[in-house]
């Protein structure tokens, strides 16, 4: 039987090469970081990493190195069992507390990741009777967990309140509305209007989730995300996020949301009922994370210092930015072919950035994705501007 699905394998990824689609995955021969090594142009070499999602320099911080060991000895490796039956450590309930608090919300719970914190909310929260309105633009978790429920679903172009009204009187015969977004959208660096949102969802009756996985730990005041941002704290009622990018990098995922909200999702969420929990090194880690956020002020600075001076630099050397002033810094090429070689390029040059093509963004937008983080330095950010100009060139000749 597999020598004729063999052959229908091998087939669709020629297609995939064919069409330039194929994802390789270097290997990393070190720590996550601003500079790591990995095999660039046929050899081995150190390479400043400009596209992480380490935008605080957590995943290599000495002190949260240190909370992982101290961790591995007092609460053990693995829990070898889901929350509900053994798998609860004290841990795990201090990282949901501290979740909560430090997101300003009634409670929390614990996913092994975003993806699942994503596709365990939509099914239990609604049902045939009721709708969800998701931004065009939200990330693929959003769009598979909504598929797993039964609501009647209506979608408003990307960050379009006038076509987000428009489908909010659409689903106004739901018996509940939820309007889902991203906090910002990881392809463009742009942020969602959350007030402009909420103003809508006063006014249509609905709730709002916002996945704010690009956010926390960096943006806001506080960094506590782009409900703080915009002053809505307490406006949203549901927030999905991630431990795997500023906090630390690492993996797993939470539900941040009203109290009888995460209590539901104790008892339905499948991925949270039939999957385990994070390992008790990193839930222990994370906890030292939240402590290095409430204090991270000097690092989400360095971080913004950072992002200025790139988009500033390449601005003014005549490459095409998307607007803004998140980390992520889209440089756009066109071309998917272009993109691939531009981003070749720079590899070859000391920078490691990946690029981006249909059908991750649409087609004619291929871009070089850009992330900038707090462990890099000004001669770091310098010398990535530098690389573009180079590979710039030599793409032209």
């Not at 531009?342 to 992330?371: H, N």
Request: glycine share 10%.
């Amino acid at each position: 039987m597999f020598d004729s699905v063999r052959d229908d394998m091998r087939t669709t990824l020629d297609e995939i090469k064919a069409a330039g689609l194929h994802k390789p995955e270097r290997v990393i021969g070190t720590p996550q970081s601003a500079t790591v090594a990995v095999t660039a142009g046929g050899r081995p070499g150190e390479v400043l990493n400009f596209c992480a999602n380490n935008y605080l320099g957590l995943a290599d911080h000495p002190d949260v190195i240190a909370a992982a060991h101290e961790a591995l000895d007092r609460w053990g490796y693995g829990m070898a069992s889901v929350r509900f039956i053994c798998g609860t450590q004290e841990v795990h309930k201090e990282l949901e507390q501290r979740l909560s608090s430090f997101l300003g919300q009634e409670d929390t719970i614990l996913y092994s990741s975003c993806f699942d914190a994503n596709g365990g909310v939509f099914e239990t929260v609604l049902g045939p009777e009721d709708a969800v309105i998701s931004d065009a633009l939200n990330h693929a978790s959003i769009i598979d967990g909504i598929r797993l429920s039964k609501a009647k679903r209506f979608r408003y172009a990307n960050r379009d309140m006038d076509d987000l009204e428009k489908q909010l009187k659409e689903a106004s015969g739901a018996r509940r509305r939820l309007i889902v977004t991203d906090g910002v959208f990881s392809m463009d660096g742009y942020v969602a209007p959350l007030r402009e949102i909420c103003d809508l969802a006063d006014r249509y009756d609905a709730m709002v989730m916002v996945d704010d996985s690009h956010a926390v730990g960096f943006v806001g005041p506080g960094g506590r995300g782009t409900p703080e941002l915009h002053d809505v704290m307490d406006r949203v009622d549901i927030i999905t996020g991630t431990l795997g990018k500023a906090l630390g990098g690492a993996s797993g995922g939470y539900v941040a949301a009203r109290a009888e909200i995460v209590a539901l999702l104790r008892q339905r969420s499948r991925p949270y009922l039939f999957s385990n929990s994070l390992a008790p090194v990193i839930a222990a880690a994370s906890l030292k994370v939240i402590d290095l956020l409430e204090s991270a002020g000097d690092l989400r600075e360095r971080l913004n210092a950072n992002t200025a001076l790139f988009r500033t630099r390449m601005t003014e050397e005549g490459f095409d930015i998307l607007p803004g002033d998140h980390a992520i810094a889209p440089v756009m090429i066109g071309d998917a072919a272009k993109a691939g070689r531009m981003a070749e390029l720079l590899l070859e040059r000391g920078v490691y950035v990946i690029g981006f093509s249909y059908p991750v963004v649409p087609q004619g937008a291929a871009r070089i994705r850009v992330q900038l983080s707090a462990a890099h330095s000004t001669d770091d950010v310098n010398r990535a501007v530098d690389a573009f100009i180079d590979a710039r060139a030599a793409l032209s000749e």
